[in-house]
């Protein structure tokens, strides 16, 4: 079992910045893969960006220039720096775990984009 708590959300005005964290604990060792996900209002659950265990990340073309993942394996924790935040980006965000046999979620924290 994995379990993920993400914390770091709140309020922001647009152009502003805001680190998210997600801390893992359990059996973190058959983790292969990390993804941030986010969920805004009415809308589908979508792939921000992720990373492998190896290092390697991607990100979804609405947050590219925009957003930073980046993982700290001693603290067995990865980040999502979000930098130039637009209105758009409001929504709740959720940490994604995949093992071989299974994923896990976080149960998300909330970022709001206004003035």
């Known amino acids: 079992q994995v379990q993920l708590v993400e914390s770091g959300g709140g309020l922001v005005q647009p152009g502003g910045s805001l680190r998210l964290s997600c801390a893992a604990s359990g059996s973190i060792a058959s983790i292969f893969l990390m993804e941030w996900y986010r969920q805004a209002p009415g809308k589908e659950r979508e792939l921000v960006a992720s990373?492998?265990?190896?290092?390697?990340?991607h990100y979804a073309d609405s947050v590219k220039g925009r957003f930073t993942i980046s993982r700290e394996n001693a603290k067995n924790t990865v980040y999502l720096q979000m930098d130039s935040l637009k209105p758009e980006d409001t929504a709740v965000y959720y940490c994604?775990?995949?093992?071989?046999?299974?994923?896990?979620w976080g149960k998300g924290t909330l970022v709001t984009v206004s003035t």
């Open positions: 994604n775990a995949d093992t071989v046999l299974k994923e896990y």
């Open positions: 990373v492998t265990s190896g290092g390697t990340t």
